[in-house]
């Protein structure tokens, strides 16, 4: 065989890809409209990043100047607003279990005496923690009134003479809280890369497995070889294959990683050479990942079935949500199977916090040698096909 | 009738793939996400520590913060930058800075400042951080207000009364410990479990025709589609109802989550979930008759569950339209349905309208019967 021949084959078996994708609805869906409506639709779910006026029921038994003081802060406050106030706990509960706030902030009728007898006085917060946000909203915006609020009353008792005087005497210890990646504490800043990168893995297995059902279904008559080993022509299926998805995957990625940022105005601190330089092994181990995958699959449409839940499983093994070095031994090891992982964790690293390759170089070495195993994983899946056709057609003739 | 169900189980014994979507799975999903937040918080999550004064002030405040559950001081680094590079390198989630000077500073009251950088790209090490890095600084500052009043001869009442004059009661309801793990595992595990129920359901139905055994299976029911559809649906509908009550039973009875509201609200809203996600998948595989395509509805609509059930960022921070887009999607109806009549201890009917929706989406096929009987017996399957 010339050497022509080889990539007159592989040029072959790329364009019957395409043909094959562009005839088939079911993968255009998955390779095409998935990568580029998902990340529009995630984006405008969390397009507001926080909670704002988080609705807080007031039960106030102490009617003093203090306690409107104390609720008037409160009620200014970005995170919080006080939505109704209610004369009784038992009230303001069931105000509650309709839905019209998600949390009560009660000052008991002893809440100005105390503080006038120069004892400790007491402001209780009650949460609904079926809402982790509200409730840190509700608690930070309360512990933040209650710290200000004491430090005026102490002024107070203090009477030192100048305002000076009074920032030591109240604060002998000046604290600073810098954010210094994600500086807002957005929802979508913080997800949204995670989501971006993996939405491309899941595509694409999702798209692969699906033609491979079809070609299984079909018993493989494009894989027969044609006056050749069957071994090159395994090498020759898989790299006409491998370069029709990474094509029409390049251009999601630079969709999804360069033009959904911009467009939601995420973060996005991408230097584009390391980003090229970081997501093509990304995407090369994505498609010996997804053709391995793919060998699992038995009818076209069972594939849906096994690999759509494992997206939330997998971000959650990226280390996002829960931090990564909270994640028991045994998933962090069945987690480092599947190229998102890796490359999920060095993405938000060069998205929201600017780190160099150099800073992923842990991630960028493993996608590496994820690519070089499934390489040869995928190889040995292809020259399997090859051997299945080749003996279906000597059976028939 | 018999025979309908008979042979149901039959299928749903033969192909593998059923037992692993419907059992394994779930149960698999069930222990991944109980178990992966195990401790409920994160805890030692390493952190850094710059210290340019070097006083045993400092490094007792280096010592407190290392002792606090969530935090772990584990590396020491000379400048900011050293740091910056340690948190984009992964190695550690946020780092404190003691300047040259602050513990001379404090002690001739020249009011010196330390400064707490944390990162919010892992939002809630960083949150968690920023908060026990907060309670290192009152307390800080705290000691030394107490051992003046001390000094002075004050009582340990007056001193809190003076340091702390109005004191924060916070009442966390249900969930006391403010464990991750209650709070997400029973989210996302039922959504999974719905996500399955979609797939399943269309996918079995669209097999018939794919494998052109639907002939056989009209003829069975008499040619009454009504009747083809609830036998095959009961056998699926015990099985799955089975592996959620099983995973309730791990989540509520083994691990002890709180459900104040009762096993038969719990029992209830099962049934609900189930009946109600078999019916959406019905109905899209009765309005959408390409199995592929359903099935890729249906795993669109799944996997938007997860985010439209308004747990982790809530319903109403979202645009207006998607807020009444929410009410598309079953496990919102779920969620709110466990969040006040499960978790909290509300009567039903404040989740009258919730639960009217659930029993809404098992109505669903009604519409579809009959559409669905013409597309079993005039189109083929085309691969």
């Known amino acids: 065989m010339r050497p022509i021949n080889y990539i007159t084959t592989a040029a072959d078996a790329w364009y019957n890809e395409i043909k ?16 580029i409506a998902y990340p529009i639709l995630y984006s405008w779910i969390y397009n507001n990043e926080v909670a704002r006026e988080v609705p807080v029921i007031l039960v106030d038994d102490s009617h003093s100047t203090l306690s409107r003081d104390f609720a008037k802060m409160f009620d200014a406050s970005p995170e919080v607003s006080i939505a109704l106030q209610c004369n009784s706990i038992k009230e303001a509960k069931e105000a509650i279990g309709r839905s019209e706030g998600y949390g009560i902030i009660y000052f008991p009728e002893d809440f100005d005496k105390k503080v006038g007898r120069m004892e400790q006085s007491h402001v209780s917060v009650y949460c609904d923690m079926s809402y982790m946000l509200t409730y840190k909203a509700i608690l930070v915006t309360a512990n933040l009134v209650s710290i200000e609020l004491g430090t005026k009353i102490q002024e107070q008792r203090l009477g030192n003479t100048t305002a000076r005087q009074d920032e030591v005497s109240t604060h002998p210890l000046e604290f600073e809280e810098v954010p210094i990646f994600n500086v807002t504490g957005g929802y979508g800043n913080f997800i949204l890369p995670a989501v971006l990168v993996l939405i491309i893995q899941q595509a694409m297995i999702l798209g692969v497995g699906m033609i491979a059902g079809t070609e299984r279904e079909r018993k493989y008559v494009n894989y027969k070889a044609r006056n050749c080993h069957s071994i090159t022509q395994a090498i020759n299926l898989l790299f006409g294959k491998s370069l029709c998805y990474l094509m029409i995957f390049s251009v999601m990625l630079a969709w999804i990683t360069l033009a959904v940022p911009r467009f939601f105005g995420f973060v996005s601190m991408v ?22 995958i793919s060998e699992m699959v038995r009818y076209r449409e069972s594939v849906m079935l096994v690999v759509v839940f494992t997206s939330v499983p997998l971000l959650f093994m990226t280390g996002v949500s829960w931090p990564q070095t909270a994640i028991p031994g045994v998933w962090q090891g069945l987690s480092s199977i599947f190229p998102s992982t890796f490359a999920v964790r060095g993405f938000i690293r060069i998205s929201s916090m600017g780190a160099l390759l150099s800073d992923v170089a842990e991630e960028y070495r493993i ?9 040869l994983l995928a190889l040995f899946v292809m020259w399997r096909r090859v051997q299945f056709t080749n003996e279906q057609t000597s059976q028939s003739e | 009738m018999k025979a309908l169900i008979a042979r149901e189980i039959r299928l749903l014994l033969h192909h593998p793939i059923y ?11 069930t222990v991944f996400f109980t178990s992966i937040m195990n401790s409920g918080q994160p805890v030692n999550m390493p952190i850094g520590v710059i210290d340019n004064d070097n006083t045993s002030t400092t490094r007792k405040l280096t010592r407190l913060i290392d002792a606090f559950q969530s935090a772990e001081v584990v590396e020491h680094y000379n400048n900011i930058a050293d740091a910056r590079k340690a948190v984009q390198r992964n190695e550690i989630y946020g780092f404190i800075l003691f300047p040259e000077g602050m513990t001379q500073k404090m002690i001739s009251g020249r009011q010196p400042r330390m400064s707490v950088y944390f990162s919010n790209a892992t939002l809630l090490a960083g949150s968690l951080l920023y908060k026990e890095m907060k309670t290192m600084c009152t307390l800080g500052n705290a000691a030394v207000g107490q051992a003046t009043m001390t000094a002075r001869g004050a009582t340990p009442q007056q001193t809190m009364a003076f340091l702390q004059p109005i004191k924060l009661d916070t009442h966390n309801i249900g969930n006391p410990w403010v464990s991750y793990n209650i709070y997400l595992s029973v989210m996302l595990i039922p959504t999974c479990i719905m996500l399955f129920i979609f797939l399943l359901t269309a996918y079995s139905l669209g097999a018939e025709q794919k494998f052109g055994t639907y002939k056989q299976w009209l003829e069975m029911a008499d040619g009454n589609m009504l009747k083809a559809l609830y036998s095959k649906l009961i056998p699926q509908a015990c099985v799955h109802l089975i592996i959620l009550y099983a995973c309730f039973l791990y989540i509520f009875g083994i691990l002890h989550f709180p459900a104040p509201g009762g096993i038969g609200r719990l029992m209830l809203l099962g049934l609900l979930v189930v009946i109600a996600a078999q019916g959406f998948g019905v109905f899209l595989y009765g309005a959408i008759p390409s199995m592929r395509m359903s099935m890729s509805i249906c795993s669109l609509w799944g996997v938007l569950n997860f985010s439209m059930v308004g747990t982790a960022f809530p319903i109403f921070a979202m645009d207006a339209p998607l807020q009444t887009l929410s009410w598309l999607f079953p496990m919102r109806h779920y969620y709110l349905i466990y969040q006040l009549c499960i978790f909290n201890t509300y009567p039903l009917a404040n989740v009258m309208t919730s639960i009217i929706a659930l029993i809404c989406f098992a109505l669903l096929p009604l519409l579809v019967v009959r559409r669905m009987k013409k597309t079993y017996n005039n189109f083929e399957y085309i691969p």
């Open chain 1, 367 to 375: 996608l590496w040698t994820q690519t070089s195993i499934y390489v």
């Open chain 1, 271 to 292: 230097h584009g050479w390391d980003l090229l330089q970081f997501f093509t092994p990304y995407l090369l181990s994505c498609v010996f990942f997804s053709i391995i």
């Open chain 2, 19 to 29: 037992v692993i979507c419907m059992v394994v799975l779930p149960l698999f999903i």
């Open chain 1, 20 to 35: 094959a994708i562009l005839k088939d609805e079911g993968v255009l869906l998955f390779f095409v409209f998935l990568p």
